[in-house]
């Protein structure tokens, strides 16, 4: 058991209440007085893993069409209308859900709900083909400044890929491609609404300075009408082996500054208590400054200018270890790699030291504390945990979860899972760099 | 519209509520015997805990040839201590559940601890270590360096960075500080050095010319005793601030290309300098600069992203670069319009945009934009001022500014009693459309041309 920074009786005293209407749209409240915002959350359950081919990328597509009118919202008017209030609004879109939020001034509670409620209920009446083609060039603007034009853009695009075997939900990103962009047409916006954009697939968490009694009230009055549809698509099978069973492999030879290691492996499923375990095993060795990798590459070897590894928890497929290396100077790949199949290896062999397990207890629960300080991180979490897991109370344990995890289950999960043969690795080359020096951290400085 | 997409019961826009008081937290000021004053704020429920420490090492204090000295000495405090090796002090911190910041920059130095409340005693503790007795051994330094030596690539990579460099570059007298690199080029860093490092320290670090800012729920913590065990021992004889002197910008309207053969995209960076927080046209600049490009529906989005779709977003903004004590003269601000648009629409969104400033300065914002631009700047401010980490940033930028501690807070008054025309005429001033240098980088090949055709000054290409 860890040792934690707070009293963790009931979360610091959080609860929320859970409520369902008529038409199967759930609701999770919970109150905090100590500042006057209110955070409205929807999360839909629907992401990249719902899209088929020749459509990706249509979830997020689909999201920014969310914030272009409705039937009685005009064009940027739910902008707007939010700023205007003093609040602040966006929405994102993940392999596995849709989530959009307005986080207001208390007093301004009723307008959020309002504004969410017209455009589940109405958005078809306001989508048009100018907006669509406006914010189909507006996403490819975003694909183009996030992913295409920065160095290593596409690397967690290409890890994906390699990770998650073609055809498989999650084998591409919610950016989606310029082509399946270009190719989505009105009638699949409009299609995509009707099977997903459906109150009883959605949850609402209103969290903050509310009157729990007034919001119920509100949120039945404006969402209550909405009717309930059924038209989602079932979602292909996500299931896979827990070990790729071979490493995969790809080299990109590429305009970029240093050259680069990075693996992804497939690890436990969200919602377990090896998920957990993976999260501080991959804590214990690659976040943060006093992490294995770091010590062994950053700072003894001095091969690397950074070595990341971190978790993407998945509910709905493997989850997903991110290991990302920078090289130093003229350091090669392979010098890196025989240090990081030895360090993995110990790690898997002899477990975290419990001076190890305690420090990632620490930075995970610092982690959590950062998201619960704000109303609006909290009614994320509480829309997470209904969603995915069906059950939002499992929010306010998610740490106590995390901190009961012992060395022996980090230790089990790192050999179970840490393994060449469960990682597709993508080694970054350098166009026009020279050949690495034959050895030494000294070789490319002088 | 068609009725057979509204199945539901509209109801009308709901009225607002009752507004309930917020007022920006009003800190306590005070000091220990050592001369280093504290500026605290309780948060309550904060159960995460933000101090800000104010080091009085501006960039302008690095010595000649050094540029970068600054980063590289406030990271090297945590990079071992006379008590902890850098391993061993990166391992404590994190067993506290802390992260520790370092940064330096024109206005001074920053080291900035977040910890949960129940263990800032231990975390204070360390950041004591590492202001009063840092090791700067050799090796630790030799390291810092190299990863400083090994990163300069990769920003220089980053259209972004690229562009602020470009633009300091443009922008200032080759003589001044602001003109280069704020963590230096390969060949300063290359020179610095321990023993280098460790003067740098002595001359510049000393609490009289710091202060911290603890802000968090701090209900069942003996603040006084805690600071009495651990910052109250860094002491140091006394001395004067930095002098940093003001300075001065070209405004001559051109535009320079940085060129990236084959780029999909363009990076905009267009930059000016106006006046710091001191001068009283400042509520009205934030006022104009919120309505130019502050979000998605001010008036730069609104034609280049929403109606033409040539970008993800644009966005007009100011920073500080030098804001003396108000005794000592005025001060500048770096304002900037940035953005990335495909490079095809290269040279028609840098028409638009200037279509846009003419339109401002012919027609001038209206009262509707006005309100709009206060009303979300101020009533946002509960919300984001919600956790310690902002306040406690806030109140460090003040006191770095040289800026009283209820600045902010009489802020929000004074842009609401900015008027329309007062907001115009600052934003206007700010931005006249013929002085504004523009750089770009992106694919010269294939943008050089369209842009020298709109006439907008000389156009130059430099490479990447």
């Keep these: ?339 990081v199949n030895e360090e993995l290896a110990r790690f ?87 050949e690495p020096a034959a050895a030494g951290q000294d070789g490319a400085r002088q | 519209m068609t009725d057979a997409d509204v199945t539901m019961d509209l109801h009308p826009m709901p009225a607002a509520g009752q507004a309930r008081d917020w007022a920006f937290p009003a800190p306590e000021r005070g000091g220990l015997p050592t001369g280093l004053p504290v500026l605290r704020c309780q948060r309550p429920g904060q159960q995460l805990v933000a101090v800000e420490i104010c080091l009085d090492a501006p960039l302008d204090a690095e010595p000649d040839g050094l540029d970068g000295i600054a980063t590289i000495m406030v990271r090297a405090l945590a990079q071992g201590t006379a008590q902890h090796s850098a391993e061993e002090f990166a391992a404590e911190l994190e067993r506290c559940g802390a992260t520790l910041q370092a940064s330096a920059d024109f206005l001074g130095a920053r080291v900035s601890l977040e910890v949960p409340a129940s263990r800032l005693h231990r975390a204070l503790g360390l950041l004591t270590e590492a202001l009063a007795e840092p090791a700067f051994a050799t090796t630790e330094i030799e390291r810092l360096v190299g990863n400083r030596l090994d990163a300069i690539p990769i920003e220089l990579a980053n259209p972004g960075q690229r562009a602020a460099i470009q633009l300091a570059h443009e922008l200032f007298p080759e003589s001044a500080r602001m003109s280069r690199p704020r963590q230096g080029t390969a060949e300063t860093v290359a020179r610095i050095d321990a ?117 993800y977003g644009v966005r007009a903004g100011t920073q500080v670069l030098h804001s003396p004590a108000p005794d000592d003269g005025i001060g500048e601000a770096l304002l900037a319009i940035s953005g990335s648009v495909d490079t095809a629409s290269t040279s028609p969104a840098l028409d638009d945009l200037r279509t846009v400033l003419r339109t401002l300065a012919a027609d001038g914002l209206t009262d509707a934009e006005r309100d709009m631009a206060v009303q979300n700047l101020v009533l946002v401010a509960p919300l984001r001022y919600e956790t310690a980490a902002p306040v406690a940033d806030t109140l460090a930028d003040q006191v770095q500014q040289h800026l009283p501690d209820d600045f902010q807070a009489q802020l929000y008054g004074r842009l609401g009693e900015t008027s329309t025309a007062e907001a115009t005429a600052a934003v206007v001033t700010a931005w006249p459309e013929n002085r504004m240098i523009t750089i770009l980088v992106g694919d010269a090949a294939q943008i050089r041309g369209p842009v020298e055709d709109l006439g907008i000054g000389p156009v130059s290409v430099v490479a990447a």
């Design chain 1, 348 to 434: 898997s062999a002899d477990g975290p030291s419990p001076e190890e397990l305690e420090r990632a207890q620490a930075q995970l629960e610092r982690e959590w504390l950062d998201r619960f300080s704000t109303v609006a991180g909290r009614a994320d979490e509480l829309c997470r945990y209904s969603v995915l897991f069906g059950d939002p109370q499992l929010a306010f344990s998610a740490m106590s979860r995390v901190l009961d995890i012992t060395a022996a289950e980090v230790k089990a999960v790192a050999a179970a899972r840490l393994r060449p043969d469960n990682r597709a690795v993508l080694v970054y080359e350098p166009t026009g760099s020279p």
């Design chain 2, 195 to 311: 023993a280098a490092v460790r003067a740098f320290y002595e001359a510049q670090l000393r609490p009289v010319t710091a202060t911290a800012v603890v802000v968090g729920d701090l209900s069942e913590i003996d603040l006084d005793a805690m600071l009495a065990g651990t910052l109250g021992r860094w002491a140091t004889e006394t001395g004067a601030p930095a002098l940093v002197p003001p300075v001065t910008a070209r405004d001559d309207g051109r535009v320079v290309i940085v060129d990236r053969p084959g780029a999909v995209q363009t990076q905009m960076l267009i930059g000016r300098l106006g006046p710091d927080r001191h001068d009283p046209v400042w509520p009205a600049l934030v006022l104009g600069t919120y309505c130019l490009g502050g979000t998605l529906t001010s008036r730069l989005d609104r034609v280049l992203r929403e109606e033409k779709g040539y970008t």
């Design chain 1, 1 to 339: 058991m860890g040792n934690p920074a707070v009293n963790r009786t009931g979360a610091a005293g959080q609860t929320a209440t859970e409520h369902r209407l008529a038409n199967g749209l759930r609701l999770v409240l919970s109150e905090d007085h100590l500042t006057p915002v209110a955070a409205v959350c929807i999360w839909y359950d629907v992401g990249s893993r719902h899209e088929i081919a020749g459509r990706t990328g249509l979830a997020h597509l689909f999201e920014h069409l969310m914030f272009q009118g409705s039937a009685q919202v005009k064009g940027n008017g739910h902008f707007e209308l939010v700023q205007g209030a003093g609040g602040s609004l966006n929405g994102t879109t993940s392999f596995e859900r849709t989530n959009y939020f307005e986080t207001m001034p208390a007093h301004q509670l009723e307008l959020a709900l309002w504004l969410e409620a017209d455009r589940m209920g109405t958005l078809l009446a306001a989508l048009d083909d100018e907006s669509l083609d406006n914010q189909r060039d507006v996403v490819k603007n975003e694909r183009r400044q996030r992913y295409d034009n920065v160095p290593y853009g596409t690397a967690f695009e290409r890890l994906i890929a390699l990770a998650y075997p073609e055809g498989h939900p999650y084998h591409h990103t919610p950016i989606g491609s310029m082509a399946d962009l270009d190719a989505a047409t009105l009638a699949d916006a409009r299609a995509f609404f009707r099977a997903n954009y459906a109150p009883n697939n959605a949850v609402l968490a209103i969290v903050g300075d509310i009157d729990p009694r007034q919001t119920l009230e509100w949120a039945d009055k404006y969402f209550g009408s909405i009717p309930a549809h059924d038209g989602k698509m079932p979602l292909r099978n996500a299931e896979l082996p827990d070990i790729i069973g071979t490493e995969i492999r790809q080299v990109i030879r590429e305009n970029v500054p240093a050259r680069a290691l990075m693996a992804a492996y497939r690890l436990p499923e969200d919602g377990t208590r090896e998920c957990d375990a993976a999260d501080l095993a991959v804590t214990v060795l690659g976040n943060g400054m006093s992490s294995r990798l770091y010590n062994r590459l950053v700072r003894h070897d001095r091969t690397a200018i950074a070595a990341d590894f971190g978790l993407m928890r998945l509910a709905g497929a493997p989850s997903l270890g991110w290991m990302d290396v920078k090289a130093s100077g003229g350091t090669g790949v392979p010098q890196i790699e025989a240090a």
